[in-house]
């Protein structure tokens, strides 16, 4: 397990030690070893008293774990659907701005294709010839002169 999680559970411990023990115990026991036996025993955390658990400075991976136990194991049915809809609505509309931005740099690839072949191609037209030259040239032919 990276080091990183093993800080957040280690933060995760002792944010569930100052928390009262009606909501802990709707945490399964299972889930509470898991923690204890994987958390940074070494990282040390201060939880300030008084403050909310948002004002708190904790690491974004120890409030992602906080919120999967509240939403798997502390909150109603109800708030637990409305949730993972949320979830799943937020999914969702970041896969279709990755669609979306992945059709647009396909469009710029495309169009800067097209671009380099249209330039290719004005490229291998040779210019023509002005008046004088043809003449410079039809000499030259006639006296076999290259």
Not at 27 to 49: S, Y
Not at 91 to 99: A, C, D, G, Q, V
Request: with cysteine; net charge positive.
């Amino acid at each position: 397990m990276k080091k990183e999680y093993r800080k957040a559970l280690s933060e995760v411990n002792q944010i569930l030690l100052n928390t009262d023990e009606e909501v802990v115990a709707k945490i399964p026991k299972r889930f509470q070893e898991f923690v204890k036996t994987n958390m940074d025993k070494e990282h040390k955390i201060e939880i300030k008293e008084g403050e909310s658990l948002i004002e708190q400075d904790i690491r974004p991976e120890t409030k992602q774990i906080l919120a999967l136990i509240y939403r798997d194991y502390i909150c109603s049915k109800e708030k637990r659907n409305d949730l993972i809809n949320q979830e799943i609505e937020k999914r969702k509309k970041r896969e279709e701005s990755y669609e979306i931005n992945f059709q647009q740099n396909q469009n710029r690839k495309e169009s800067i294709e097209e671009k380099l072949e249209n330039s290719e191609e004005k490229a291998l037209i040779k210019p023509e010839e002005k008046w004088y030259q043809k003449i410079i040239n039809k000499i030259l032919k006639i006296f076999k002169i290259k």
